[in-house]
Every structure is written in structure tokens, then in C-alpha cells.
């Protein structure tokens, strides 16, 4: 079935670059997603990329998509300390109508 | 307004009793989600209204009832829930089944006792 695995920790300097990856089985994946959950929040979609796009940016985020080797990731500039988090990477397929989570990865931020 | 809400926050219950959870959003998307969410777990899907019709059930136990009274509201009435049946339910939206982008609510914190 499908699955999408992630490294469950990481941890980033103030201001360095973070770098969540991302591996997923199903290669009808049509759709990439990252969400962001805040302790005690509720899930935030940060950013989705389609599989015929190789790299999607957006302000402080850049997405990169390897469809070969069926790997996503998601860089953040300059990391802050508002963006530690959990990250989910997630994908579905266009003939499926639910999203597969991965296991999230925790960010977190030292000075 | 790009938000998903739900009411309540927080919510202690006995396995006695009956409660239900609300989400709403203006968005005007046709498709609604309920996920349930354990600690340090992912979300896991529990229904999928499409068109204010139920087309996902992933074989969730009855004791979890959902709900759909138009386009932007969705329930889920609990009745007899068992003390594991505690996590964080999310309530998403996308604007329809085809729109795989889901925006999610806050979630409602449920502790069964």
C-alpha cells in the first residue's frame, strides 16, 4: 500500500537553513503537500506541489521534488524559532480522495 | 475568510454520555473531513462528505455519528465512547473531493473517562 516515511527529528540553528525530507511509495502520486502543526494546534497547509513540477518556491519555503526517486523535500531559509514545529509530509493520488500522511518530523530550534 | 472553525476547544465526557462536535467554514468548499489524531501520530481519516453526502467511512466504529446539516456546517455526535477513543479530531475542507488541498480546523481536544 502506499506510505510516505520521514525522519521524526531535527534540529536547526537559529537563522541556518532546515531541510525536512520526504520519501513516498505510490507512484500514481499526483499531488505533494507540506503541513505545519503548532503544539496544540490544528494542521497548517504550508505549501503543495503537483508531481510535474520539479521545485515550487514560496518566500522563506522551497519545495523540491525528485518523482525518480520518489522524494520530497522542504527547505526553510533563515529559520526562526516560530517555525518549530511538526512537519507532515503528506501525498494523494488523483483517484483517491484521501491524503497519506507521513509520520511528521519535529523541528526544533536552538539559539 | 479562509478558516475552519470548531467548537468546542476542549471536551471532557463520560462513556455515558451523549456530546457532539461542530465545524464550520465559509468557504464555500463542498467537501468536509473528519480525522482523529493521537499524540505524536499523524491524522487519521475517519469521514469524507462530498456534496453534503457521506462517501468515506473508514470503517469507524458507530459510537462515532456523522452529520452533515449543509454545506458549511459538519457534526460528529459521540455516544458511548470508550476512554481511547481520547485524541484531537479535526474537522478540513477543500473546495471538492477533486481538490486535494485540505485546510484544517483547530481541532477539539476530547479526554473520555
Known amino acids: 500500500g502506499e506510505d510516505v516515511e520521514q525522519s521524526l527529528f531535527l534540529s536547526v540553528r537559529e537563522g541556518d537553513s532546515s531541510v525536512i525530507n520526504c520519501t513516498y511509495t505510490?507512484?500514481?502520486?499526483?499531488?505533494l503537500y507540506w503541513y505545519k502543526q503548532e503544539p496544540g494546534a490544528g494542521l497548517q497547509l504550508l505549501t503543495y506541489?503537483?508531481?510535474?513540477?520539479d521545485m515550487k518556491q514560496d518566500q522563506r519555503l522551497t519545495v523540491l521534488l525528485n518523482k525518480k526517486d520518489k522524494h520530497l523535500s522542504l527547505r526553510i531559509a533563515d529559520t526562526q524559532t516560530g517555525d518549530s514545529a511538526i512537519y507532515f509530509c503528506a501525498e494523494s493520488s488523483s483517484s483517491a480522495s484521501k491524503i497519506i500522511f507521513g509520520s511528521g518530523t519535529r523541528l526544533s530550534i536552538r539559539p | 475568510d479562509t478558516e475552519v472553525t470548531q467548537t468546542p476547544k476542549h471536551l471532557v465526557m463520560g462513556m455515558t454520555n451523549k456530546k457532539s462536535l461542530k465545524c464550520e467554514q465559509h468557504?464555500?468548499?463542498?467537501?468536509m473531513y473528519w480525522y482523529k489524531q493521537k499524540a505524536k501520530k499523524p491524522p487519521e481519516l475517519m469521514f469524507v462528505?462530498?456534496?453534503?453526502?457521506?462517501?468515506i467511512n473508514e470503517s469507524v466504529p458507530s459510537r462515532f455519528s456523522p452529520e452533515c446539516p449543509n454545506s458549511s456546517l459538519l457534526n460528529l455526535h459521540l455516544h458511548a465512547l470508550q476512554p481511547e477513543d481520547s485524541a484531537l479530531y479535526l474537522c478540513?475542507?477543500?473546495?471538492?473531493?477533486?481538490?486535494?488541498?485540505?485546510?484544517f480546523g483547530p481541532g477539539t481536544r476530547l479526554l473520555v473517562l
Open positions: 478540513a475542507s477543500s473546495q471538492d473531493p477533486t481538490t486535494k488541498a485540505q485546510y
Open positions: 506541489i503537483f508531481s510535474n513540477m
Open positions: 462528505y462530498s456534496y453534503e453526502k457521506l462517501s
Open positions: 505510490d507512484s500514481s502520486s499526483t499531488y
Open positions: 468557504m464555500g468548499h463542498r467537501a
